[in-house]
T-cell receptor, first 114, second 115 residues
Framework: AQKITQTQPGMFVQEKEAVTLDCTYD???????LFWYKQPSSGEMIFLIY??????QNATEGRYSLNFQKARKSANLVISASQLGDSAMYFC???????????FGKGTRLHILP | DTGVSQDPRHKITKRGQNVTFRCDPI?????LYWYRQTLGQGPEFLTY????????KSRLLSDRFSAERPKGSFSTLEIQRTEQGDSAMYLC?????????????FGPGTRLLVL
């Protein structure tokens, strides 16, 4: 069974609009961490935001916020005021195990339209 | 402060050849991870080191793959007798254990094409 599910293979959004990228996860651990990474066409994985399972507040980093709903096991990424440079692949991920390896979803390709 | 670096950025090789990739982590990071990413997929975990000890290996890491981190700093990933199915992006990441966010920072990757 997938541990990280991203149901939107691709999205098209008008520039300056807000966008929400969906992510649900599956774990039986009480302590876990959730990440979002951005991967532009150059291939580098860029860390965007982190949410710990015990964090009471939703994480925010500039234009990025993570809508963490623990009971629903969802960790959606919200990008406010989207920009053309936001066009990229976005991966939701969860750290797992004693070594904290990261399990990635299949990603959502975001296209920002001018 | 420099980020994670990987060398080479691109590698084209013929089937059956051996290849070696290098990763230099962020200097104060004691954990180093290798991932493989095929086209249209998210990265998949291969192995990780804490200092010089290799603590976990994925079942994806066949016996043709070997990784080392001899002095707890840089790491190498070697693929022997490459196959076309090895064509992928190989990503290295590092983190600082005990960091409250335990965030892994990725390098630019090495794109391998096996002909």
């Amino acid at each position: 069974a997938q541990k990280i599910t991203q149901t939107q293979p691709g999205m098209f959004v008008q520039e300056k609009e807000a966008v929400t990228l969906d992510c649900t996860y599956d774990t039986s651990d009480q302590s876990y961490g959730l990440f979002w990474y951005k991967q532009p066409s150059s291939g580098e994985m860029i860390f965007l935001i982190y949410q710990g399972s015990y964090d009471e507040q939703n994480a925010t980093e500039g234009r990025y916020s993570l809508n963490f709903q623990k009971a629903r096991k969802s960790a959606n990424l919200v990008i406010s005021a989207s920009q053309l440079g936001d066009s990229a692949m976005y991966f939701c991920a969860m750290r797992e195990g004693p070594g904290d390896k990261i399990i990635f979803g299949k990603g959502t390709r975001l296209h920002i339209l001018p | 402060d420099t980020g994670v670096s990987q060398d080479p950025r691109h590698k084209i090789t013929k089937r059956g050849q051996n290849v070696t990739f290098r990763c230099d982590p962020i200097s104060e990071h004691n954990r180093l991870y290798w991932y493989r990413q095929t086209l249209g997929q998210g990265p998949e975990f291969l192995t990780y080191f804490q200092n010089e000890a290799q603590l976990e290996k994925s079942r994806l890491l066949s016996d043709r793959f070997s990784a080392e981190r001899p002095k707890g700093s840089f790491s190498t990933l070697e693929i022997q007798r490459t196959e076309q199915g090895d064509s992928a992006m190989y990503l290295c990441a590092s983190s600082r254990a005990r960091d409250s966010k335990e965030t892994q920072y990725f390098g630019p990757g090495t794109r391998l094409l096996v002909l």
